[in-house]
């Protein structure tokens, strides 16, 4: 089994940034893809951010590119989620998703990750 476990979630005056982490458990953290998803106030999960096993490939939802960066720590089992610019509508919770083991590809579809961590809420306001 892989659990996920997310942090550094808070609040964020619009423009500030915030820098998420999710730490795994199990084997083979390196073989997995990753992903960013987050979900607002009174609306579905949306996908936000991936990156492949490797980290040699990233891909991103149209509203957060070139805001939002993902990378990982293969050696630390450790994706993160730099945010900058931090806009009122990034409002929501955000969730850390895994890939199973070997299916390395980043993918933005909900349904390829049968691995969730709890969340962890971001808000941005004045």
């Known amino acids: 089994q892989v659990q996920l476990v997310e942090s550094g979630g808070g609040s964020v005056q619009p423009g500030g940034s915030l820098r998420l982490s999710c730490a795994a458990s199990?084997?083979?953290?390196?073989?997995?893809?990753m992903a960013w998803f987050r979900q607002a106030p009174g609306k579905d999960r949306e996908f936000a951010a991936t990156?492949?096993?490797?980290?040699?490939?990233?891909d991103y939802a149209g509203s957060v590119k070139g805001r939002f960066t993902i990378s990982r720590d293969n050696a630390k089992n450790t994706v993160y989620l730099q945010m900058n610019s931090l806009k009122f509508e990034d409002t929501a919770v955000y969730y850390c998703?895994?890939?199973?083991?070997?299916?390395?590809?980043?993918?933005?579809?909900?349904?390829?990750?049968?691995?969730w961590g709890q969340g962890t809420q971001v808000t941005v306001s004045s």
């Open positions: 998703a895994g890939r199973r083991t070997l299916s390395s590809s980043a993918s933005y579809y909900e349904y390829d990750y049968p691995y």
């Open positions: 199990g084997r083979s953290f390196s073989s997995r893809a």
């Open positions: 990156i492949s096993g490797s980290g040699a490939s990233t």
